[in-house]
């Protein structure tokens, strides 16, 4: 047994008998004498020689009595203390700690009535499906372009980049490819003019070179390089396309796989509720802030849940912010309300603007005609 720490009230092992004595309080322990100098090796000890006599006996029995004394010393256990880590609760505290996390669970299940079916359905991978929405949320501020890219870029304006965004949405259209396709195909433009400038003679191609990245990432049947190179009415060669390939992916260091708009577009659209022409309405808004630059500031996800709010307005759903659309956004309405009034302009605007490709494409049966719809555009008070 390990000897007890110096201010725990009993003395150490090493202590004079005495000391050991005074401490228990044994009256029956009698003090050892001091120990002489060691005697010749015949000269006789209390009055006989050593090794013989009655007082020579007696006192080596008292002395290796006393050491045995020493050795065998049993001391009394130290009292048990209770653990730092262990707190004695009062019961109205546990009652309230209860009561708190009963709450909690509670809250959630409320907040995920719209994915009760889930479980049912494997792709919907309804056992990650939490922890993956979070995950993305905390990734998406990585992959983000900087906002004021343009002022370092010599040779091209945010007009250019406008016209860029406009008319890969008509080669997306022509090819019938993914939404996926079309938000990762603009990140990567946007991102890759972040870190290197470009020369406007060159723009088209870093556009076609972005979204055959895209293609080749998002779709299954992709069209080929020579597709590419047919659509700029070959203006860029197959060559051409596939070096600037090269250069686009390692500026961005094979960054690829990154949250956008659409990750997050489908789990808070089905939090939210509401119709095919609320889902339109909510992607029309999107593909509207595509194609204007100061929509690149905003994360994604942010994005999606302004979006979603102002159509909730539009079509008049109330509330048009829930705690359960608060909850899966990690937004509330006060951090969306600077994002809405974008939308609000950009909505207003779209009929009188130049670039006409989302517009065009939104005003089709296809997607209910949400862009040819007339909405009271002026800001609830």
Same mark, same amino acid.
């Given at each position: 047994m390990a000897p007890p720490s110096s201010n725990s009230g009993y003395p150490r092992a090493t202590t004079s008998v005495a000391a050991l004595a005074a401490a228990l309080g044994d009256e029956n322990m009698a003090p050892c004498p001091p120990v002489e100098a060691a005697p010749g090796p015949r000269q006789n000890v209390a009055g006989g020689r050593l090794g013989g006599g009655a007082g020579a006996a007696a006192r080596r029995g008292r002395v290796l009595g006393d050491i045995t004394n020493v050795l065998t010393l049993q001391q009394p256990a130290a009292p048990q203390q209770r653990p730092r880590h262990v707190m004695r609760h009062e019961p109205e505290m546990v009652d309230r700690q209860v009561r708190r996390v009963t709450d909690e669970v509670y809250e959630e299940a409320a907040f995920n009535v719209a994915f009760e079916g889930d479980a049912q359905?494997?792709?919907?991978?309804?056992?990650?499906?939490?922890? !993956? %929405?979070? %995950? =993305?949320? %905390? @990734? @998406? !501020?990585?992959?983000?372009?900087?906002?004021?890219?343009? #002022?370092?870029?010599?040779? /091209?304006?945010?007009?250019?980049?406008?016209i860029l965004v406009d008319w890969l949405v008509e080669v997306h259209m022509r090819y019938k490819l993914r939404p996926e396709t079309l938000f990762l195909a603009i990140n990567l433009i946007d991102r890759f003019l972040s870190v290197r400038t470009m020369m406007r003679r060159k723009l088209q191609l870093l556009g076609v070179v972005c979204m055959f990245i895209a293609t080749k990432f998002e779709e299954i049947d992709p069209p080929k390089v020579g597709e590419f190179a047919y659509i700029t009415d070959n203006t860029y060669t197959r060559n051409e396309i596939l070096s600037m390939e090269c250069t686009v992916l390692v500026a961005l260091h094979f960054q690829i796989a990154i949250p956008m708009q659409t990750h997050f577009k489908d789990r808070l659209l089905r939090a939210n509720g509401g119709d095919l022409v609320h889902r339109y309405l909510t992607e029309y808004l =999107?593909?509207?802030? =595509? *194609?204007? /630059?100061? #929509? /690149?500031? %905003?994360?994604?996800? =942010?994005? !999606?849940?302004?979006?979603?709010?102002?159509a909730n307005e539009l079509m008049g759903q109330r509330p048009t912010w829930s705690a359960a659309m608060a909850h899966h956004a990690r937004r509330p309405a006060s951090a969306l #309300?600077?994002? *809405?009034e974008e939308f609000r302009a950009l909505l207003d605007a779209a009929p009188r603007a130049s670039l006409q490709a989302v517009r065009r494409k939104y005003q089709s049966d296809q997607y209910c005609a949400v862009a040819s719809m007339e909405f009271n555009l002026r800001p609830r008070e």
């Open positions: 359905d494997t792709q919907r991978i309804s056992e990650y499906a939490p922890e !993956v %929405h979070a %995950h =993305l949320l %905390h @990734e @998406e !501020v990585f992959f983000m372009p900087r906002a004021d890219y343009m #002022s370092g870029q010599a040779d /091209i304006n945010y007009k250019m980049r406008g =999107l593909e509207l802030g =595509l *194609v204007d /630059i100061r #929509s /690149i500031r %905003h994360p994604p996800s =942010l994005l !999606v849940a302004a979006a979603i709010m102002f #309300s600077g994002c *809405v």
